[in-house]
Nanobody, 123 residues
């Protein structure tokens, strides 16, 4: 089973930017996604990317502000987050997802999870 390790989280003021990284222990020639969880709430999908890297899916809250990408040569996944808002605060998880369901951004379609990295956006 692939091991996923996130990094890049931190504290930032509203309007700022962060780039989250996810290092995989094996090939990233598959489909991946980022999820966010706020304490006491369910984990929700933020963005996903198809194996070929050409198709992506974003939650409405992430559209036009977040960009998901992957670098198969480096076995890594990225989430560029711009114009951050306090409501973006949460634990962000990298996940490998079933390719035939990559667009759902649903937790039941996750194959493997990373440990998470915390993002805190202050107003």
């Amino acid at each position: 089973q692939v091991q996923l390790v996130e990094s890049g989280g931190g504290s930032v003021q509203a309007g700022g930017s962060l780039t989250l990284s996810c290092a995989a222990s094996e090939s990233t020639d598959y489909c991946f996604a980022w999820f966010r969880q706020v304490s006491g709430q369910e984990r929700e999908g933020v963005a996903s990317i198809h194996r070929l890297g050409t198709d992506t899916k974003y939650a409405d809250s992430a559209k036009e502000r977040f960009t998901i990408s992957k670098d198969d040569a480096k076995k890594s996944l990225l989430l560029q987050m711009n114009n951050l808002k306090p409501e973006d605060t949460g634990m962000y998880y990298c996940a490998k997802v079933f390719c035939n369901r990559y667009y759902t951004l649903a937790t039941q379609d996750v194959v493997s999870w990373g440990q998470g990295t915390q993002v805190t956006v202050s107003s």
